[in-house]
């Protein structure tokens, strides 16, 4: 950027009709207008002005200059007029721009923002994209004092800014100013003591300008007369940097007259935290080095909607906006929202804007001091306006379309009109009389006429730059609008510069031109107040709050975040249950049940015929048929029906449950013309059962809502049997009575014969592997391998997990219907996620960490938060609005930071149970490569459940903590397709090709 016009970053030039002291301007004040659409009488000699404004005259919002042409010439003096406007209307058309250029424009400018946020064209990219690492903007609860360093263009400004905290968030600023001088802006470092002969140029320094700044602020804070105390300080840099952290900035290069040697291509921060350091007076820590755009973003007092999006039109152009972080490739975060900084001024760099160039467009890059280079910024910018309407008043004055064809050497001087004239000229009060007086600055004796079209000419080249920036603008808020998967965005735009804050037609252009090109977003313009202080401070308080915020959150969440060597304990307490519940002396001292399934052997592949399956878990109840064949011939093929258990049958007379059954049965059978047929069946019974044998399952309890009486205490398989003699409707041969997760196991075995060991974790959470007959201490000796139903979910009741459960996971079991039993179950399965969610939300709530403090009444409901939120929460591809959508259902008001929160707490709680389940596995994994005596055990994990299937993250975490814990195991998880139902046809059908070989 080149340097800015005197007075225009800072400072406000005059707004009266009249000439200043200084101009040179001989030209008397003018007097009021003296009749709606006539301008007074100007000196005697010069032509009449034009009376009133020809319609054809207005400027176009989206087109100046529109409705100029198509005057015919004529050698009258009124026509000469006329023929002078024609000639203007010629010069102007090249700056027209319809609403489709427009459009092309914003459309141009979405492909170069996703250019500069993809990682792979970043570095080619014009609009670059920078991320800032802000994280948040103002939630208006941020308090205390702050610190601001801002290097201006000619001083530094040093504040002390107070936020109050409470509902109206009160800013107090304390400030001074110092004037920096060109031997600070330039002046060379000087050493310090121990530098070392190999160190790099520049390291070893203090450079004048830092130390500057620093004895600065400490003789600030000595006027305060504040008592010791840590600073936090922001610092305002407004130079090209690459930013890497909030608090790490490297600068590519100075700008103006900044020349410091040694600096760039170092972190700012580092080189300003060091000079602070060396007066060592006060403890002031910089926490955030802030663009000047971001701070407009963040100072803005944002009315109905958050301000997301920050514009500074001034001697120089940039915006800023929030974006979804996870869009931001070029920064590893992607969770939540980041500030990043367009750099849009380079906009065009690379031909993109061509065909919109005009002639003076062209004139004006090829006279500056980057040629081709800022192009957008180069039609938009104060640094820029006055140059193209001098070129446009010099070309008028050559065809002698203007000033009787005279021109003058400052006319021809490049800097002699300025952005402040322009505005100045385009205001619709005093505006002709201000163009006649920089006319008479620049030496020109100008007619009432010259005044007007000269208007006209600031009037157009102003309104275009209005209209780019509105096309900018649209495509930003376009752009933010799809990343959020929004059907309207609605946003406070904060915008900050001269061009902006001294003349309303720029923000009404803006705002009638963001309508037409992004009617989809609704937006409230905010003039920002002091955008480099009070926004830098805003940064810095932004990212105080959030530091002490993230700690409490840490605080909390570590309570669930199990080490490795944590891990590695629950997989020698698993290990060292398992063998107590293996021996028969002291089975009962164990959480682990090890329960004897009598199933010694897995498929083959061997297996053939048809088989009949019963799979009563739930209040559905099914009846399949599955036909075992070769793998080549297609394998297992089923056929079944879904039958319903009314809640009478469930909790009515036993009887009456397994008539009930029978009844389905037989259905079943006549509809696949069945009936006369006894096929082997395996009956999947999943409620908790002591086996006795293969075919015979004594019921312990009910659960799941069943409670159907004289049940408890007898053979269920028995009780069956029982009910085909009442109903006499067929013959039933139950060869085995199932457990579902043996089933997971069996029914994978037919496709991995490697699988020995079954896993489910799904509402609730099971294990079984086969295991040496040898260390079944509950029956009788004998060589081979058996399935052990672990029963793991009731692992810990006997209080050996107790130190790694939390205060949510106390509340969670407490509140449950069997408090003290299932511990193991209650840390990892789907029944009980949710409500760890829970009460953890309601924790980070009460200290105020999330929904400000305010949870719903629905929060407080037991079991609302239902553990497929986890998973739908933790989606890879989930934008936050519909993380927001998911928590509003819960009458929850969500700010995006809540929703990055909250779905830090679905990660930390699902990653523990995921992990405690890999333990698990581990200590099941160990144990069978031990019972072998193997140095490397390879095995297949037969998995079902909807929680491992379902949720996206679970499988991964599971398998790489089993890698972790048992390295000497090599293992396959293989997910189950319907282990209740093709298991048990599977148990059933091994169970008669073993019976077979004993007989043969």
Known sequence: MEPAPAGLRHGRGPREGKCQPDSGCAVPERGPRTSPGHWPQMSSGQEKPLVGKPPGNQLSPTCPGHGLAGVSESSSPQAQSWHLTTKMQSSLQPLCLSLEKLHRVKDSMLEAMDRGLSRRTHAQATVRMLPTFIRSTPDGTERGEFLVLELGDIDLRVLLVELSGDTRQTVTVKDRRFPVSDAIAQGPGEKVRGQGPLTPPGHGVTHLLFAFMATCLCEFLDGLRLPQRAFQLGFSFPFSCRQTRLDQSYLFSWAKRFKCPGVEGRDVVELLQNAINKQDRYCIKVIAVVND???????????????????????????????????????????????????????????????????????????????????????????????????????????????SGRTTPALLTKGSVQIQDILEITDEQVGVARAQCVLWRLGLEASDQDCFSMQQVCSAVYIRAASLCAAGLAAILSHMRRNRELTRLKTSVAVDGAMFRDHAKFGQTLQQLVKKLAPECDITLVQAEDGSGKGTAMVTAVASRLAAQRFQVNQTLALLKLSPDALGEVQALLRREMELGLKKETQTTSSVRMLPTYICATPDGSERGDFLALDLGGTNFRVLLVQVGAREQGGVRIVSELYSIPPQVAQGPGSQLFDHIVECIADFQTKQGMMGQTLPLGFTFSFPCQQTSLDQGILLSWTKGFNASGCVGQDVVKLLREAVKRKNHFALDVVAIVNDTVGTMMSCGYDDPSCEVGLIVGTGTNACYMEELRNVGTLAGGEGRMCVNMEWGAFGDNGCLDAFFTPFDRQVDEASLNPGRQRFEKLISGMYLGEIV???????????????????PKLQTRDIFQTKFLSSIESDGLALRQVCAILEQLGLHVTCEDSVLVREVCQVVAR?????????????????RENRGLEQLSVTVGVDGTLYKLHPHFAQEVQGTVQRLAPRCSITFLQSEDGSGKGAALIAAVACRVAHHQRA
Request: hydrophobic share 40%.
């Open 838 to 856: 829970r009460y953890i939300l309601l924790e980070l709530t009460a200290k105020g960490l999330l929904f400000r403090g305010r949870p719903s």
């Open 293 to 403: 755009t971001t701070g407009t973003m963040m100072g803005c007092e944002a009315s109905a909607e958050p301000c997301e999006v920050g514009l500074i039109v001034d001697a120089g152009t940039n915006s800023c906006f929030m974006e979804e972080a996870r869009c931001v490739e070029v920064v590893e975060e992607n969770l939540g929202r980041m500030g990043v900084v367009t750099e849009w001024g380079s906009f065009g760099d690379d031909g993109t804007l061509n065909d919109m160039l005009s002639p003076y467009d062209r004139l004006v890059d090829e006279t500056s001091l980057n040629p081709g280079k800022q192009r957008f910024e180069k039609m938009i910018s104060g640094l820029y306006l006055g140059e193209i309407v001098r070129h446009i008043l010099a070309e008028l004055a050559t065809q002698g379309g203007l000033f």
């Open 912 to 928: 523990r149970a995921a992990q405690l389940c890999g333990a698990g596995v581990a200590a099941v994994a160990e144990k069978i």
